[in-house]
């Protein structure tokens, strides 16, 4: 519903009659919508275990991130006629797994959740007329992200069976992106854009305990290293 209500707002706002032209307005918001693809890798040797009866000495292997979905919104202003300040707000989100191998015991456990991400950036953009109502753009930015491991379920490799609830964590840290885009002005007042973007998102992290059969014990954290992000988007933006 509050994706629903930001597009709808802001399509309400750019069909509003308006007496400036286009080229005096600087301040302009949108909302966003994306989706794109993640990988990463873990450097997490000593994962798991049931503290403090058995050290964790788990060792994660295949990281595999889903597909991502998101929104965000973004407001800006335009200094020169070329050049941007942005500073902007994305909620993602999508499926991660990963495998550990234990050798204490030689067991192998699957582990599949849901990583997301809380971020806010500041952004300089670039951009280059095409047409009258076309141009391409470049950006970089950086800003700080709230990465969130969360629903977590540990099974065996070998039996299918449950194993446990993993706790969730959320870490936070700096990223960084560049993107590209295109836009094309439907109106005085609006104009939609389609942006490509990478990023460097930083790591993840789960919480520090398990329910399993053991009750809620204490555990190693496991880890996901250097994660990076590919996206595609479509924004709406009004400027006023």
């Known amino acids: 519903m509050r994706i629903k209500g930001l597009i709808l707002s802001a399509i309400f706002v750019a069909t509003l009659p308006v007496a400036a032209r286009a080229e005096d307005r600087d301040f302009f918001a949108g909302v966003d919508v994306l989706g ?39 407001i800006g202003y335009r200094f020169k006629p070329s050049w ?36 806010i ?26 990465n969130r491991l969360s629903d977590l379920v540990e099974t ?20 960084a992106q560049i993107g590209l885009g295109i836009q094309h002005r439907l109106s005085p007042s609006a104009t939609i854009g389609l942006d490509a973007a990478f990023a460097y998102v930083g ?3 789960t919480g520090n305990t398990r329910n399993g059969n053991l009750g809620v014990t204490n555990i190693n954290p496991y880890k996901i290293d250097d994660v990076w992000r590919g996206t595609l988007g479509v924004s709406l933006k009004v400027a006023f």
């Not at 942005?86 to 699957?110: E, L, P």
């Open 156 to 175: 065996d490799r070998g039996t299918g069976l449950f194993g446990s609830d993993v706790a969730g964590h959320t870490k936070t840290g700096p990223t």
């Open 36 to 74: 794109g693809v993640a990988t990463g890798s873990s450097s997490t040797k000593d994962g798991g275990g049931v503290l403090p009866s058995f050290n964790g000495d788990g060792v994660v292997e295949n990281v595999r991130f889903g597909g991502l979905v998101g929104i965000g919104a973004h």
């Open 121 to 146: 950036m500041g952004s300089i953009a670039y951009a280059r007329p095409l047409s009258e109502a076309t141009s391409v753009s470049v950006k970089a930015g950086l800003g700080v992200t709230f």
């Open 203 to 205: 790591g993840f992290e």
């Open 84 to 119: 941007s300040a942005i500073v902007s707000y994305q909620h993602v989100r999508g499926n991660v797994s990963w495998d550990a191998r234990f050798a204490t015991y030689g067991g192998r456990s699957s582990f599949d959740g849901t990583a997301s991400s809380d971020v």
